[in-house]
């Protein structure tokens, strides 16, 4: 499974690839031809995506840490014990919003848009998996998963 | 229905997530001390966790399941029947019935869990393992059962050889002789790979 490394031989740094999910790609698509192979199965989403999605805080290069240092994730007592009974009374969509806004770097502010804000947010992450689900399909190549 | 936006089929159980957001420490505290409680917070939220990904997945599609905090490197057997192995179980069953294919990504130490993966139906999942996990147990354990994928190790590709790493993929080739295994590296290509490992591995099954 390659993502991050996809930055090394297409001689990128961290930070470049975290730039855009098409820096991301045009990398991982150079580092299969340095490689000189094909791959069989592809991670379809972008590092800067695979940090929205982890649900943690996280460190990222080029804003907290050096250009090519990989990202890291910050584990701290985030979901407090009474979060589980607001899980059990209104469900885990209701409490995951929030939840996600609050961990963001720089936190997303919690009023009336902030559902509409993760919700796009999320969004925006599976058109980019779906873009680069396209270019993949063009190359007849499966993803591990898909949008 | 489906929805017409997009959405990722990357997920994980809602006891990885309690574990993670809740930090290690507490989130042990919590099963001891509130053992109904996070029970009736994972029941509640595995539901919703399995719509989100049925809101824009069709048949055939995959689904990856982050599922490391699940492994005996974190807790024991009898936590995972408990806790953890439930509502896992309950994600894998509805996207199975459903003709979706579940990655559970399983980094950590997994040979002391997988014996509950017998129990799953026949070739319901890929399990994705990283060194951690003795890749040639695990498949004498899931052989006929479930589809392993793994697992060259992180500091073969960073510190072996290219001798190093061809045996290693020799042992992985052998593996995937009479199918349901998937070879591929223990979690990510570290950052510090050499190049012409990573070159071993992807041409190892020419």
Known sequence: ?147 | MRNSYEVPHVTAPAFDTFSLSRRMGNFCYDIFNEPDLVKAACERATPDIINTVFKSAKRGDRVAIFAMRSSASFISPDMFEKFAFPYLKQMVLAFHEKGITPVIHADGKWLPMLRYFQKLPPKSCIIALDDSTDIVKAKEMLHGHQCIRGNLPANILAFGTERDTQAYCDKLVELAMDGGFIIGSGCEVPLNAKLENVRVLMNCTK
């Not at chain 1, 975290?18 to 790609?25: C, D, T, Y």
């Not at chain 1, 009974?85 to 806004?101: C, T």
């Not at chain 1, 873009?131 to 898909?146: A, G, L, R, S, T």
Request: proline share 6%; aromatic share 10%.
């Open chain 1, 1 to 147: 499974m390659i993502v991050t490394y996809a930055a090394v031989p297409a001689e990128k740094t961290q930070a470049d690839i975290f730039k855009s999910n098409k820096h991301w790609l045009h990398a991982l698509i150079k580092c299969y031809e340095v490689i000189g192979c094909a791959p069989d199965i592809v991670f379809p989403m972008n590092p800067k995506d695979v940090t929205f999605i982890e649900q943690m805080k996280v460190r990222l290069p080029d804003k907290d840490l050096g250009d090519n240092e990989l990202f890291q994730l910050i584990e701290e007592e985030i979901m407090t014990q009474a979060d589980y009974k607001i899980i059990i009374d209104n469900g885990f969509a209701a409490w995951q919003i929030p939840f996600v806004a609050s961990i963001q770097n720089p936190p997303i502010k919690q009023n009336k848009l902030t559902a509409l804000r993760i919700t796009l947010k999320f969004i925006q992450v599976g058109m980019r998996v779906g873009k680069n689900q396209k270019y993949w399909n063009k190359c007849e190549i499966p993803m591990k998963f898909h949008t």
